[in-house]
């Protein structure tokens, strides 16, 4: 991951509220874990943390849509 923004500013670990858009749904999950810069704002995810919350909307999805 990386430890600096492009922008020059620190990058720290934190939770956050975050909105992802899977299977034409949207899922909001609570304590994603991000880094954050602190100079500009900007939020980055890991491959690894995207690819969980791919997971969990997957799990979701198919609950939603019913049991066979
Ligand atoms: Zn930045």
Redesign the pocket.
Known sequence: MKIE?????TLHKVNVRKRHYRGGSFFYFERVEAEV?G????CYYSAETLHQLDLVADAQQATRVGKS
Do not use: A, D, F
């Open positions: 923004c492009e922008c020059g500013g810069c100079k500009c704002g900007e």
